[in-house]
T-cell receptor, first 114, second 114 residues
Framework: DTAVSQTPKYLVTQMGNDKSIKCEQN?????MYWYKQDSKKFLKIMFS???????INETVPNRFSPKSPDKAHLNLHINSLELGDSAVYFC?????????????FGAGTRLSVL | GQQLNQSPQSMFIQEGEDVSMNCTSS?????WLWYKQDPGEGPVLLIA?????ELTSNGRLTAQFGITRKDSFLNISASIPSDVGIYFC??????????????FGKGTHLIIQP
């Protein structure tokens, strides 16, 4: 039933490892996003995809690579993890009239890099 | 880039009290939104505002889109324990370049004392 689902919910890993976070939405939305929330709860857009095409790529290290196999999925792959990558990562999606700003968020993936 | 200044940063109130929080921006937004985040969850949309001066209610919540399009406020009347959480304002620029990502304020932590 979950509209926007992310896996895993928790991810603990060592520096230098490569990891992926998966996101799926069953709302039929065309646009999906990745946000990063730091320890002070500040939320910042990372990427936006519309129908499998990249729209927004904010100033994010190229160790982060989003991949959208279809419009219902947007995965985030992170290479060579660093301590500063520890954060909560949220996936979101919005309907075709995305200019209305309504975005639906997943429950988040809590990444801890040791 | 745009910045949203949200205040207060935190509020300690008694159950039954009214709450007011606001957001100001250094630049104009075409859409203002208010989200709430519960612990361990993603943000959930409370109210969306699309026109300068617009006043919208959702139950005990009322929000307004400032006339200058650079500010918004959210009021909660007669607070109850389940209102506890972090409230975020968010703005969106509606541009042809597809700037669909939301710019978030830093959040207002609402704590209700018994």
């Amino acid at each position: 039933d979950t509209a926007v689902s992310q896996t895993p919910k928790y991810l603990v890993t060592q520096m230098g490892n490569d990891k992926s976070i998966k996101c799926e939405q069953n709302l039929g939305h065309d646009t999906m996003y990745w946000y990063k929330q730091d320890s002070k709860k500040f939320l910042k857009i990372m990427f936006s995809y519309n129908n499998k095409e990249l729209i927004i790529n904010e100033t994010v290290p190229n160790r982060f690579s989003p991949k959208s196999p279809d419009k219902a999925h947007l995965n985030l792959h992170i290479n060579s993890l660093e301590l500063g990558d520890s954060a909560v990562y949220f996936c979101a999606s919005s309907p075709r009239d995305r200019v209305k700003g309504i975005q639906y968020f997943g429950a988040g993936t809590r990444l801890s890099v040791l | 880039g745009q910045q949203l200044n949200q205040s207060p940063q935190s509020m300690f109130i008694q159950e039954g009290e009214d709450v007011s929080m606001n957001c100001t921006s250094s630049s104009i937004f075409n859409t203002w939104l208010w989200y709430k985040q519960d612990p361990g969850e993603g943000p959930v949309l409370l109210i969306a505002l699309y026109k300068a001066g617009e006043l919208t209610s959702n139950g005990r919540l009322t929000a307004q889109f400032g006339i200058t399009r650079k500010d918004s406020f959210l009021n909660i009347s007669a607070s109850i324990p389940s209102d506890v959480g972090i409230y975020f304002c968010a703005g969106q620029l509606r541009s042809g370049g597809g700037a669909d990502g939301l710019t978030f304020g830093k959040g207002t932590h609402l704590i209700i004392q018994p």
